[in-house]
């Protein structure tokens, strides 16, 4: 199991923060999948202490079940200290500074990933929300900036000393993006050298490759991003399989029915429409029904349907029509 502080979580699989994905409906659909540790989208630090909608929105955590990590990306001391205190009194359960994202907008104004080419400024903003905050603290980056300078031992040494209660790795530089493969070894070297529990993450696409991971790396956690997206019965299956690797491996890979899938969708359809109002929430749920019908064989023409609908009674009635003729495996 793994332990953050105060937070005693059930289970070692946890969800990642994506921009653009993981917000509440879709941390909802994952928590029903029986994930434990769920954190929002990257917000604004700035954005949240100026009272900006956008940022406030992505605080969408007002009576969310627990426990829900918000992760702040930002490059000034006060703001993100001032950012934490605001994030703690919505009542989240952890705040997670973001030292990962490689994106122009986010680099440009130093915060994300370029925090891995400024030690002291690292240094100074993790003291001050740290001081700032009684939840747990933590802390996701990459290796480094660029191949010639991996500092994510140094980064990890500072983030201790600072109070840090964990960190995620994904071990990709910057420059690298998603290309190229992670390098779970770095995560394995950065297990060996920290004290706090530490979470690896990069390239999971199957319950085994979570297995695999922390069988590997001995780390405490894993977190899956973009393979759980239209996908949640990995979180499901990863769960299952990392908390009994006998009992669970027959069972771990068991496929998803297309009806399945679909009625999963329209669950987080709902969900969309509930938190989001229905015109928002049809056009934000297209990249996730085209990931929930990925891969699937024959729905090339479902997925060009599955764009249209701009009300939620257009995509239900798709929906149960699709689930009734689909599925080359139902009975
Ligand atoms: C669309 C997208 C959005 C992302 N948004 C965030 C984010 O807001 N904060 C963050 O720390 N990482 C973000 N990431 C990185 C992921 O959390 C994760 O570290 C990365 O995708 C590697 O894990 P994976 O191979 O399981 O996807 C994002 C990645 C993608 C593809």
């Given at each position: 199991?793994?332990?953050?502080?105060?937070?005693?979580?059930?289970?070692?699989?946890?969800?990642?923060?994506?921009?653009?994905?993981?917000?509440?409906?879709?941390?909802?659909?994952?928590?029903?999948?029986?994930?434990?540790?769920?954190?929002?989208?990257?917000?604004?630090?700035?954005?949240?202490?100026?009272?900006?909608?956008k940022?406030?929105?992505?605080l969408?955590?007002?009576?969310?079940?627990?426990?829900?990590?918000?992760?702040?990306?930002?490059?000034?001391?006060?703001?993100?200290?001032?950012?934490?205190?605001?994030?703690?009194?919505?009542?989240?359960?952890?705040?997670?500074?973001?030292?990962?994202?490689?994106?122009?907008?986010?680099?440009?104004?130093?915060?994300?990933?370029?925090?891995?080419?400024?030690?002291?400024?690292?240094?100074?903003?993790?003291?001050?929300?740290?001081k700032?905050?009684?939840?747990?603290?933590?802390?996701?980056?990459?290796?480094?900036?660029?191949?010639?300078s991996?500092?994510?031992?140094?980064?990890?040494?500072?983030?201790?000393?600072?109070?840090?209660?964990?960190?995620?790795?994904?071990?990709?530089?910057?420059?690298?993006?998603?290309?190229?493969?992670?390098?779970?070894?770095?995560?394995?070297?950065?297990?060996?050298?920290?004290?706090?529990?530490?979470?690896?993450?990069?390239?999971?696409?199957?319950?085994?490759?979570?297995?695999?991971?922390?069988?590997?790396?001995?780390?405490?956690?894993?977190?899956?991003?973009?393979?759980?997206?239209?996908?949640?019965?990995?979180?499901?299956?990863?769960?299952?399989?990392?908390?009994?690797?006998?009992?669970?491996?027959?069972?771990?890979?068991?496929p998803?029915?297309?009806?399945?899938?679909?009625?999963?969708?329209?669950?987080?359809?709902?969900?969309?429409?509930?938190?989001?109002?229905?015109?928002?929430?049809?056009?934000?749920?297209?990249?996730?029904?085209?990931?929930?019908?990925?891969?699937?064989?024959?729905?090339?023409?479902?997925?060009?349907?599955?764009?249209?609908?701009?009300?939620?009674?257009?995509?239900?009635?798709?929906?149960?029509?699709?689930?009734?003729?689909?599925?080359?495996?139902?009975p």
């Open positions: 199991m793994l332990h953050i502080a105060s937070l005693n979580l059930g289970t070692r699989v946890v969800s990642a923060p994506l921009s653009g994905i993981s917000d509440r409906p879709t941390r909802n659909i994952w928590r029903q999948m029986g994930c434990d540790l769920v954190y929002t989208e990257m917000v604004s630090a700035d954005g949240l202490v100026h009272n900006r909608k940022s406030l929105d992505l969408d955590i007002d009576g969310e079940q627990p426990p829900v990590i918000v992760q702040l990306f930002g490059a000034r001391p006060n703001t993100l200290a001032e950012a934490a205190r605001i994030v703690q009194d919505f009542g989240a359960a952890a705040v997670d500074l973001n030292m990962g994202c490689p994106a122009k907008k986010v680099v440009r104004n130093n915060g994300g990933a370029a925090l891995l080419r400024d030690l002291p400024l690292a240094t100074r903003i993790v003291r001050q929300m740290r700032a905050i009684i939840v747990p603290f933590t802390a996701k980056l990459r290796s480094g900036w660029n191949h010639d991996v500092v994510v031992r140094e980064m990890v040494n500072m983030l201790q000393d600072e109070g840090i209660d964990a960190i995620c790795l994904h071990p990709r530089t910057a420059i690298q993006r998603f290309g190229g493969k992670a390098n779970w070894a770095l995560i394995g070297e950065v297990k060996a050298l920290a004290s706090v529990p530490i979470i690896g993450n990069g390239d999971i696409r199957t319950p085994h490759d979570a297995l695999r991971m922390l069988q590997q790396t001995r780390c405490d956690g894993v977190m899956i991003g973009r393979a759980a997206v239209g996908n949640p019965w990995l979180l499901r299956d990863a769960i299952r399989l990392v908390a009994d690797p006998d009992y669970a491996r027959a069972f771990a890979v068991s998803v029915s297309l009806r399945e899938r679909l009625e999963v969708l329209y669950a987080h359809g709902q969900q969309m429409v509930r938190h989001k109002g229905e015109a928002r929430a049809m056009k934000e749920i297209r990249k996730h029904s085209i990931a929930y019908v990925r891969d699937f064989p024959n729905a090339k023409v479902l997925r060009a349907r599955l764009m249209k609908p701009t009300t939620f009674d257009e995509f239900a009635r798709l929906i149960y029509s699709k689930c009734l003729f689909f599925d080359p495996g139902e």
